[in-house]
């Protein structure tokens, strides 16, 4: 099927040339979030960080995506987006460099912030055009199928390279990005383009909720990153402090980053129960393949529990991102799911580091991490709860 028949040509954000470039720059842009567990590991035995210190760096890293993707959406609409793009690449590329001359604890600390406020950039340009399409639920799902090839591939080839071959490969990519910057749509569109955009639109609902649901919604997206960020820095250094051999668990890492493809096909199934229902009961089961943890790791509950993390992460984030774009039609928070998921990532790190600092062991640091998950959950029954006094939700489809 052609990209005319999908969605009407009058709309510069959805030729194929804009969806490709988004989908690129966004997959690159999420790239050191999808790889942590292999970079957490590589800053200890490479660099000789501690467990603690790699949470801070990680979550530089991700406190840095979440800060540039805030700066970006304060632009977006005012400032030409293929030179925000270029920016956010350049310094990208720049922080990534350095680092491979600059090996110091604080020094690397720093240069991640850099290269995360570099990426969170050109990330949240890239999602704001893929919810600039008409479709942008579809453009999100081939987002979330692309986010499962790129994971399994980084995750196999990222464990064979060295330290600065891990920032070449980061460098690479990141240039590759630069040579696709004249596809992407310069502007956002105008009054008369988000009209026929809006008619075009068959099949969308359009909730008309208070401002402040779509705001609550990216809060409790935050809450699950958090959740994600804490379990997915440490699940590797966990499983080796529990005795599991790297040639298990880098195998598991690599072959669990496809069912990610499964999360995608779960949440296609379950679009006929709406968009609450499967949201919030696999919140639950995120929040207990966490917790499940916290008794000691061994060879098949780590299997059990990666393999339903990953699943989960991408079913998880289809209906979150289903939830903005009903809620959220003229995309302005939109352009801020990156920063709040970047803020997530940054925070959970950094929690967990603290938990271990403290001494109170991975047991604790996955009760906690797993229990964000439910303060999401929490919030979308609250959400939830407001929406069925208004009005029957349940006929609504992501």
């Known amino acids: 099927m052609s990209s005319n028949t999908l969605i009407p040509s009058s709309n510069v954000f959805d030729g194929w040339r804009s969806i490709s470039t988004a989908l690129i720059m966004a997959l690159v842009g999420y790239s050191v979030m999808v790889s942590v567990p292999v970079l957490s590991t590589a800053w200890v035995n490479m660099l000789g960080f501690t467990e603690e210190q790699v949470g801070r760096v990680a979550g530089a890293d991700l406190g840095g995506l979440s800060v540039g993707a805030i700066c970006s959406s304060i632009f977006v609409a005012r400032v030409n987006r293929r030179l925000l793009v270029a920016i956010g690449l350049f310094l990208s590329i720049g922080a990534n460099a350095l680092c491979i001359s600059y090996v110091e604890y604080e020094q690397v600390l720093w240069l991640r912030v850099i290269a995360g406020f570099g990426s969170g950039i050109f990330t949240s340009i890239a999602v704001v055009t893929l919810g600039g399409t008409t479709k942008p639920v579809r453009a999100f799902n081939y987002l979330l199928l692309g986010f499962a090839f790129s994971t399994a591939i980084e995750l196999h080839t990222l464990p064979q390279l060295s330290m600065n071959g ?14 696709l910057i004249p596809w992407m749509p310069s502007k956002p569109l105008n009054a008369e383009e988000l009209i026929q955009q809006q008619e075009a639109q068959e099949g ?30 440490y699940i590797e250094l966990a499983a080796h402090a529990d005795g599991i051999a790297e040639d298990w668990i880098g195998p598991i890492l690599t072959w669990s980053s496809i069912f990610a ?43 059990i529990s990666l393999f339903g993390f990953m699943t989960l992460w991408t079913f998880v984030d289809v209906y979150q991102s289903a939830m903005m774009a009903h809620m959220d ?56 709860m407001y929406m069925n006094k208004r009005k029957p939700i349940e006929s609504v489809s992501s």
């Open 166 to 179: 891990i920032y070449i490969f980061f460098i690479v990519l990141n240039v590759f990005c630069l040579a």
């Open 204 to 233: 969308i609902a359009d909730w008309n909720v208070p401002r402040i649901l779509p705001m609550i919604c990216l809060v409790a997206i935050g809450f699950t990153y958090i959740n994600i960020g804490g379990y997915y820095t």
């Open 261 to 303: 493809i499964v999360g995608c096909f779960f949440a296609f199934l379950c679009s006929r129960f709406g968009l609450f229902k499967p949201l919030i009961i696999s919140l639950f089961a995120m929040a207990f393949i966490v917790i499940m943890l916290q008794g000691g790791i061994t060879d098949i509950n780590i299997m």
């Open 329 to 384: 039609r003229s995309g302005s928070l939109i352009a801020l799911m990156p920063s709040v998921q970047g803020f997530g990532q940054f925070l959970g790190p950094n929690v967990s580091a603290s938990v271990l600092g403290a001494g109170l062991g991975y047991s604790t640091m996955f009760v906690v991490s797993g229990s964000m998950a439910l303060v999401a959950m929490i919030l979308y029954i609250g959400i939830t």
